[in-house]
């Protein structure tokens, strides 16, 4: 499985709800990532997003476009949220991989403005 395989199963899976199995399957034990509204280790992540599986169950993540350079991958992804008046999320995950696992984790997430002037949308 190349890398860009594995990061965009891992997103899959995380997002129906099977995060311990996604983290089973691709995440190191010595992981680290770059979300700043949680701890930078592998235990923080994996509950805020477990939880985060159980709060907002009805949510679709459908991947946009998907990069690879080595060790690291880049998706572009469009969150969909069921919550009644809640926008469209574009996020983009950065991944770092090492010996088939990833490693290290950046995301960045905006809200996609229905009123935005730019005619070129986010996706």
Known sequence: MTHKEAATTFLKM?????????YDQFI???????NPYFRGDRASLLAAMEDAARTHPNRSLDIQRVWEDGDTVI????????DPGAPPIAVVHIFRFAND????????GQPVDPKSPNDNGMF
Not at 14 to 22: E, I, Q
Not at 28 to 34: D, E, L, Q, R, V
Not at 75 to 82: C, E, F, G, K, L
Request: aromatic letters at 6%.
């Open 14 to 22: 995380a997002s129906a709800g099977d995060v311990r199995a996604a």
């Open 28 to 34: 190191a034990s010595n992981f680290i990532h770059h």
């Open 75 to 82: 998706t572009h992804s469009r969150v969909t949220r069921q």
């Open 101 to 108: 696992r990833v490693v290290e984790l950046w995301d960045l």
